[in-house]
């Protein structure tokens, strides 16, 4: 399976640093604009968002980049389909994102995300704090596996953005 022996997998971290947030900091070998580009291009989403396996696919990924703007993710996996949305609060490429994330089936649980990406020795230190309406619904998504999802997903980025780099 790709993603196995991914550069960086190991700088993969996801701890919880009050009771209704979430952080998720990983390293990448590439420039932040280009780790901002793959995570804010419907083509480039499309190939690492939610990828666990083969047996995965995103099949709408609509993105509307700019404060007020709309975004919208449907996956396809074995247990069937699973789509978030939200809206983009602040855009600052390609150092910050702060956006509204909604698993559709708990409309009622929104959470907001804020993504950081710094210059680290000629690499992107990518940091996620997600910060949840209650503990209760913290704790709902740390048990569904989230982290090793994140991590999965996030390796497969690694490797779009080698690809990328190479041209």
Request: charged share 30%; aromatic share 10%.
């Amino acid at each position: 399976m790709p993603g196995i022996h991914t550069a960086n997998s190991d700088t993969f971290k996801a701890t919880t640093p009050s009771d209704r947030e979430i952080t998720l900091t990983r390293l990448f070998d590439a420039p932040r604009q280009l780790v901002f580009d793959a995570m804010t291009r419907p083509e480039h989403v499309r190939r690492w968002w939610g990828i666990l396996d083969e047996r995965y696919s995103v099949h709408v990924c609509d993105i509307d980049l700019r404060p007020g703007g709309a975004w919208r993710f449907v996956g396809r996996g074995p247990a069937g389909e699973f789509a978030f949305r939200g809206v983009y609060r602040e855009v600052d490429p390609p150092d910050r994102l702060v956006y509204t994330e909604i698993y559709e089936p708990f409309p009622d649980a929104e959470s907001v995300v804020t993504t950081l990406l710094t210059e680290e020795r000629g690499k992107t230190r990518l940091t996620i704090t997600s910060l949840y309406p209650t503990a209760e619904v913290r704790d709902m998504v740390l048990g569904t596996g989230m982290e090793r999802g994140a991590g999965i997903s996030y390796d497969r980025l690694e490797d779009l953005v080698q690809e990328l780099r190479r041209g």
